[in-house]
């Protein structure tokens, strides 16, 4: 019997549970204020950009989605963020990536302020995870996403084999760094992984976030196996798909994520999640 | 046939180029500055700080021991982190571990300027290490003399299987880090993996941090595998020993590292190295 975990329902679930704090900090004259920044106008980026300030909007949160200019320089760009830093209405910034070539990504993800950093991108607040102290520390999305349908599915991780493919920043590192804190055993996998399919099929617990359609076939899925797809592709007929083969995998799997109503839902309810806990952090330190 | 790592042939070697830069500072009139504080009055502690101490004084760095009661509170301390924090004859700040239990590891560690971090554990730092942007970025000291011996002896990491046995944020974690960078595939395991020998019989490099002694023998090494033993243990005879049975394990690696002579020797030339690194760095932003 192969469990579809449902990111829809759990979105839903975790925003009702975001949506009482909201009231909480209203009742004490406070509104958590999110921006959500965009630069030139790739498409897909516009319409996760759009998704994330439709939720907040629903949800009571004050949104601000600021679109800049292709052309802008990395000093404006830094500059913008600055100001937004100083801005006592914003309390989580996020510019939303991938940035245009000129622009260096680690400068713009060092100008935010820790404690606003809605990504959790910052190195100090990556930092933190990797050492496994987290209080007030904001967390990438997409990871933190994934670490609630664990919980919300009593999977156990601990001593279990995890194997986290792909090593980004957004997802693999610090996905890889929350599955050891909970103690998994944790192989971080990439494109100069030999053998991968190997690996995979040794996996409890199968994370992949390559950006490859159906890069993950059932040969390459251990049986019983737990499997995250954090794919957002395209198939051939222009359909969105994930890099698991959804279709293939499913009868071999205990657990599987599908795409969509997976995890994309879920990484917008934990930045809806996260903005609240930053406003919440704010306001404990300086009242 | 069997290389054995020569930790203090490279550490000399390191040494030698280390004092060429002291020799350039001096030149220029800067002397780098290495503060060690030591709490209490352990005795390894102890041996390892007065090893640390001499090394510094030998190579010209300016090296001050602060030995302070073992009744210390952690705000006292903490002061006097930040006293040299501000103290511009001091480049590097190195508190070395274990502290008392009444006093907060993570505080103390947060506690020494990012610009000052002879260990690397600030996590800033870490999370740096973490993205692969270590420019201008202290990196914990013993990965840090790992990686010089794969250097050294031209051991290819890209595509190799790594396995870290031991996750502190001593040495662990940003030795995970450190060969995920360089394109390894890395599982990091601990106390709570399962089936232990299995994994490690797979891995083309095995670096072992458990604090046992002989933890690792011949049955749980791969044929030709590199092994980096990390641990300073003393068995039932009071002898100095690694976590790795090298006498076993050695007639079955290509190469593998000494207990002594091997990674604690580099350690120490790394944290000399990183003293000049952080008087540079510091030179350049300052001029």
Redesign the interface.
């Known amino acids: 019997m192969t469990t579809i975990l449902d990111g829809k329902a759990l979105a839903a679930k975790t925003d009702e549970n975001t949506k009482i704090e909201i009231q909480d900090l209203a009742d004490r004259g406070i509104i958590p204020g999110l921006v959500v920044i965009l630069v030139g106008h790739d498409e897909a980026s516009q319409l996760y950009v759009r998704n994330k300030d439709k939720r907040a909007r629903k949800m009571g949160i004050h949104s601000v989605v600021r679109n800049l200019p292709e052309t802008i320089t990395e000093e404006e760009l830094i500059q913008i963020i600055h100001s937004y830093n100083a801005d006592p209405t914003i309390n989580a910034i996020l510019v939303q990536l991938p940035l245009p070539a000129h622009i260096n990504e680690?400068h713009v993800t060092t100008a935010i302020a820790p404690q606003k950093d809605a990504d959790g991108f910052?190195?100090?607040?990556?930092?933190?995870l990797?050492?496994n102290?987290t209080e007030q520390t904001p967390i990438a999305c997409t990871p933190a996403g994934i670490m609630k349908f664990f919980k919300a599915y009593h999977i156990s991780l601990?001593?279990k084999?995890a194997v986290v493919v792909g090593?980004s920043?957004i997802v693999g590192?610090p996905m890889?760094?929350l599955l050891?804190n909970a103690?998994?055993?944790?192989?971080?996998?990439?494109s100069?992984?030999?053998k991968l399919s190997e690996?995979t099929q040794e996996a409890d617990i199968l994370v992949v976030a390559v950006g490859v359609a159906h890069f993950i076939k059932a040969v390459d899925v251990k049986n019983g196996a737990v499997v995250i797809d954090v794919g957002m592709d395209r198939d051939a007929q222009h359909k969105l798909v994930g890099d698991v083969d959804f279709d293939e995998v499913k009868n071999k799997a205990a657990y599987i994520t599908p795409v969509p109503r997976g995890v994309g839902p879920m990484t917008i309810s934990m930045l809806m999640a996260q903005t609240v806990s930053l406003t919440k952090w704010s306001s404990e330190q300086n009242g």
């Open positions: 680690f910052h190195p100090v607040n990556l930092g933190k990797i050492v102290r601990d001593g084999k090593r920043t590192k890889a760094a050891v103690n998994a055993t944790v192989t971080i996998a990439h100069h992984t030999k690996l």
